[in-house]
């Protein structure tokens, strides 16, 4: 079974800065696809980003970016020029081309400092 | 454009009864999901459809069961309520292809005392 673990229960970066956000995973198959959810305070699940693993090109949604080393099965979350609204709880989730439900991480809970 | 709807948002339970988590979809997704999150935890699969007519369990099902009779719902029952189902309840749906991200509802707050 395929497992998503989150080294980082909790982050902190100042506004405008870059963070990162840790996630690695354990997997057998060799295509799949990784998920970022942001989950505010309002409790809400938010899509980030995503990335498939066969594309070798990192994705990217304005200020969020990932870092995808498929061979290290890693897949860092970095947030350009940090603002407030930022701040929240990071989970990384891993999906199987069979479609089997995603596999979430515990998650991290970003801190945004003014 | 409603997405996932789930009610009720809130709801006090006392230890013993039972009671509904509804949640319905407008995205004709036949992928429908329920998780629970306890206070500061990750997501927990309970059961998970992949159409109507079909259920599954995921990694925590016991004291749940399901029910997909239509694209559009989804469920949750809770027969005995007990303390350790105390917890947020998200529903949530996708599109039939792997690479599409599941659309959650905002949750519901289940407290049982």
């Known amino acids: 079974a395929q497992t998503v673990t989150q080294s980082q229960p909790e982050m902190s970066v100042q506004e405008a800065e870059t963070v990162t956000l840790s996630c690695t995973y354990d997997t057998s198959e060799s295509d799949y696809y990784l998920f970022w959810y942001k989950q505010p305070p309002s409790r809400q699940m938010i899509l980030v980003i995503r990335q498939e693993a066969y594309k070798q090109q990192n994705a990217t949604e304005n200020r969020f970016s990932v870092n995808f080393q498929k061979a290290a099965k890693s897949f860092s979350l970095k947030i350009s020029d940090s603002q407030l609204g930022d701040a929240a709880m990071y989970f990384c989730a891993y999906r199987s081309p069979e479609d089997r439900p995603l596999v979430f991480g515990k998650g991290t809970r970003l801190s945004v400092i003014a | 454009n409603a997405g996932v709807t789930q009610t009720p948002k809130f709801r006090i339970l006392k230890i013993g009864q039972s009671m509904t988590l509804q949640c319905t979809q407008d995205?004709?997704?036949?992928?429908m999901y329920w998780y629970r999150q306890d206070p500061g935890m990750g997501l927990k699969l309970i059961y998970y459809s992949v159409g109507a007519g079909i259920t599954d369990k995921g990694e925590v099902p016991n004291g749940y069961n399901v029910s997909r009779s239509t694209t559009e719902d989804f469920p949750l029952r809770l027969e005995l309520a007990a303390p350790s189902q105390t917890s947020v309840y998200f529903c949530?749906?996708?599109?039939?292809?792997?690479?599409?991200?599941?659309?959650f509802g905002d949750g519901t707050r289940l407290s049982i005392l």
């Open positions: 995205m004709n997704h036949n992928y």
């Open positions: 949530a749906s996708c599109r039939d292809r792997a690479n599409q991200p599941q659309h």
